[in-house]
Every structure is written in C-alpha cells, then in structure tokens.
C-alpha cells in the first residue's frame, strides 16, 4: 500500500477526519511528531505522498531570528523536495503556510486580525484546471483558526481560492501541491478543545458556547466537498488519478 508522510507540528491538531478521508482512500498514513521529538526523515523516499498539518505556531522566525519551532528548516526542506520531485503535497493552515514560506513566500501576523470560525471562500477562475479544486464548488463551506497570514505568495504559485479579508485562502505550487490556509481536518471533539481557553476566541470577544455551535453546524457540509477533495488528492498518490488538465470541447456547428 502506498503510504503518506503526516508531520504532527501541534498535539492539538491531529490529522482526524482528514486522517480517515485518506485511508478510506486507500492511502495508509506514517504520522511523525516532531513537536514530541520524532525525527523526521531527510528525504521522502518511499512515500508517495506528503501532509503538512497546522498548530499554533509561526511559519516566521522569532524576533531573535530562530524558527517558528525547531524543526520547522526541515519541514520546509521536505516541502521544497515534494514540489521540486512531484510527490503530491498537502498542507493545512500552518501546513500551507511553510509551504509558502519554504519556497520564498511571506507569512506575516495579519493585520485584518484573527479569523475564527464556519466560513466560506470564493474559488479562483484557475481552480477550473486544478487537478483537485475543479470539482470543489464556487463559494465552499470551510473552518478558520488562524491569526497569520499568507501575505504574498511563492513566486509562480497558482491562487485557487480567496477570500475578501484574507486574499490567499487556497494555492498551488508546481503541478501536485497545494496549500489551504483553513481546516478541513476538524471533528467536534477538536473544536472543543481548541475552543477551550482560546486566546484568539477572547482577544475577538467571542463566546466559546457559541462558537462551537457554529462550527459544529457546517461539519456536515465541510464533509461533502473536503472528503472527495481528499480522495482525490488519495487517488493521485496511488497513481490512480489522472492528471491532464481538463479540455473544453466546442460544440459542432449545425448541432
């Protein structure tokens, strides 16, 4: 069976209900957790395909220079060889945001402030000749817990999916991986705990109570379009997908 590399970089973000989209798939799963001290590997050999997951920490350095955490030089080592060899990448939130710092992006605290919370993004006109986002629909339902940004993209990255407040909700890099700022990952029990003593939740001033409410509510929905989202990202990894831009035929005259 062809296996993924996870990288754990928070114990509060697991890879979950994304976890069972991908084995479901038929894609089995080698978690490291390098925030436990796992090491990671130098290369992606024997993996068919690589996932970033999200945490509270930042894809920039410390004031004093250092990384975000430390491991995070390796995390985009690995990112930069997934995209210079074509193993299919996916990177959630923090995940996408070293995607985007690995390869000369900038990732910055936003200054429109945390975004908390069921949301929608707007897919991008590019989307209608991504291997995965052609079949996502126009304005899909996600989850947002994060207070960095993506200020500006990799040089040549595709834009697949944006929103007013924060413009780069979605991207891709080369031609198999792909960046989401938001979470697609979360069940019930993971937005509780997140909820849970939430700085970001009262630097906002919201009710936790709430909160998780409505989130819990769009679950559902976030399902429907991620969990074929993720198959299909299983199904490029197994080499069952293929990957030919979609072509638009012309109608015949006199038709």
Same mark, same amino acid.
């Given at each position: 069976?062809?296996?993924?590399?996870?990288?754990?970089?928070?114990?509060?973000?697991?890879?979950?209900?994304?976890?069972?989209? =991908?084995?479901?798939? !038929?894609?089995?799963?080698?978690?490291?957790?390098?925030?436990?001290?796992? /090491?990671?590997?130098?290369?992606?050999?024997?993996?068919?395909?690589?996932?970033?997951?999200?945490?509270?920490?930042?894809?920039?350095?410390?004031?004093? !220079?250092?990384?975000? #955490?430390?491991?995070?030089?390796?995390? /985009?080592?690995?990112?930069?060889?997934?995209?210079?060899?074509?193993?299919?990448?996916?990177?959630? @939130?923090?995940? $996408?945001?070293?995607?985007? %710092?690995?390869?000369?992006?900038?990732?910055?605290?936003?200054?429109?402030?945390? /975004?908390? !919370?069921?949301?929608?993004? !707007?897919?991008?006109?590019?989307?209608?000749?991504?291997?995965? &986002?052609?079949?996502?629909?126009?304005?899909?339902?996600?989850?947002?817990?994060?207070?960095?940004?993506?200020?500006?993209?990799?040089?040549?990255? %595709?834009?697949? #999916?944006?929103?007013?407040?924060?413009?780069?909700?979605?991207?891709?890099?080369?031609?198999?991986?792909?960046?989401?700022?938001?979470?697609? /990952? @979360?069940?019930?029990?993971?937005?509780?705990?997140?909820? %849970?003593?939430?700085?970001?939740?009262?630097?906002?001033?919201?009710?936790?109570?709430?909160?998780?409410?409505? @989130?819990?509510?769009?679950?559902?929905?976030?399902?429907?379009?991620?969990?074929? &989202?993720?198959?299909?990202?299983? $199904? =490029?990894?197994?080499?069952?997908?293929?990957? $030919?831009?979609?072509?638009?035929?012309?109608?015949?005259?006199?038709?």
């Amino acid at each position: 069976m062809a296996t993924a590399l996870v990288i754990e970089n928070d114990p509060d973000d697991d890879v979950r209900r994304l976890g069972e989209w =991908l084995t479901e798939a !038929g894609l089995d799963l080698s978690v490291t957790r390098p925030h436990a001290g796992d /090491e990671l590997p130098a290369d992606l050999d024997g993996y068919a395909a690589l996932v970033v997951l999200g945490g509270d920490r930042q894809a920039y350095p410390r004031p004093d !220079g250092s990384p975000g #955490a430390p491991w995070f030089p390796a995390v /985009e080592g690995l990112l930069r060889k997934a995209v210079r060899h074509r193993t299919p990448t996916l990177g959630i @939130c923090l995940g $996408a945001q070293l995607l985007a %710092t690995a390869h000369a992006g900038t990732v910055e605290r936003s200054p429109s402030g945390p /975004e908390v !919370g069921p949301a929608v993004v !707007g897919r991008r006109d590019a989307a209608e000749n991504d291997l995965l &986002f052609r079949y996502v629909p126009l304005i899909p339902d996600v989850l947002q817990w994060h207070a960095d940004e993506i200020t500006e993209l990799p040089a040549g990255a %595709t834009l697949l #999916a944006a929103s007013s407040r924060y413009p780069h909700q979605a991207f891709r890099l080369g031609d198999r991986a792909w960046g989401l700022q938001f979470h697609i /990952e @979360c069940d019930p029990a993971m937005i509780v705990d997140w909820a %849970t003593d939430s700085a970001l939740l009262a630097e906002l001033g919201y009710d936790p109570q709430l909160v998780v409410a409505a @989130c819990h509510a769009v679950l559902a929905d976030i399902e429907d379009v991620w969990q074929p &989202f993720a198959a299909r990202f299983a $199904a =490029l990894a197994l080499g069952e997908l293929d990957d $030919a831009a979609p072509r638009r035929s012309l109608p015949l005259l006199g038709q």
